[in-house]
């Protein structure tokens, strides 16, 4: 398997762009992560999928941010307008239920985004 | 509100010495304790976790140290080396459906030759 795989690597875009991150799980995976990650705050959870349904959307920062996920092989997370405080690394992370309820999760290699 | 606090925020090692990275919880309801390792420009990655019912786990040089009552686990890397040069989090988290993990936030560790 090829991994979890995320597009773009960078992405570098001026305020108040539109910006379409994406995401394809490793197959068979049915929990979807997308986290966000900048110095000041380490690693943040911003919403979780379980069969490509939304389930906790509590880290999302603001209604600026939406994620999609419309089948089992493919997430988006947009930003509508975007600003420069989103700039960070965006990893999009994907996990099974394994063997005694506990999940690995499997973090793709991550999108950096600048925003100017 | 940090679930999971993480010490220190770095640390540098010399070559063949014990790097200690500490973390701390109050949700007493975490049963599952995973170290993630992170190499620059890359996610991280599942390096060892434990379950609260075993004081200590020991995979190759790294090894786990859980202290149920106080809330805090550690992970010790002994005969640490360069390659050992890493961003590492503790997580933690409770066995429902989700196992979403809520990490602290990171100890860069800088293994000196």
């Known amino acids: 398997d090829a991994g979890v795989i995320q597009s773009p690597r960078h992405e570098v875009t001026e305020m108040g762009q539109e910006v379409t991150l994406r995401c394809k799980p490793i197959?068979?995976?049915?929990?979807l992560f997308w986290y966000r990650q900048t110095m000041m705050r380490g690693l943040e959870l911003l919403i979780y999928f379980n069969n490509n349904v939304p389930i906790d959307d509590s880290g999302m920062p603001e209604d600026r941010f939406s994620a999609k996920m419309p089948n089992a092989s493919f997430s988006t997370l947009k930003i509508q307008p975007s600003e420069p405080r989103d700039s960070a690394v965006y990893f999009c992370?994907?996990?099974?239920?394994?063997?005694?309820?506990?999940?690995?999760?499997?973090f793709g290699p991550g999108t950096r985004l600048t925003v100017l | 509100q940090q679930q999971v606090k993480q010490s220190p925020q770095s640390l540098i090692v010399q070559k063949g010495g014990i790097s200690i990275i500490n973390c701390a919880y109050e949700?007493?309801?975490?049963?599952?304790f995973p170290w993630y390792q992170q190499f620059p420009g890359k996610g991280p990655a599942l390096l060892i976790a434990?379950?609260?019912?075993?004081s200590e786990k020991k995979e190759g040089r790294f090894t786990i140290s859980f202290n149920k009552s106080a809330k805090q686990f550690s992970l010790h890397i002994m005969d640490s080396q360069p390659g050992d040069s890493a961003t590492y989090f503790c997580?933690?988290?409770?066995?429902?459906?989700?196992?979403?993990?809520?990490f602290g936030t990171g100890t860069r560790l800088t293994v000196i030759p």
């Open positions: 949700n007493t309801a975490f049963d599952y």
């Open positions: 434990i379950r609260p019912d075993v």
């Open positions: 197959s068979g995976h049915d929990y």
């Open positions: 992370a994907s996990s099974t239920q394994g063997r005694g309820g506990y999940n690995e999760q499997f």
């Open positions: 997580a933690a988290s409770k066995q429902t459906g989700a196992n979403n993990l809520f």
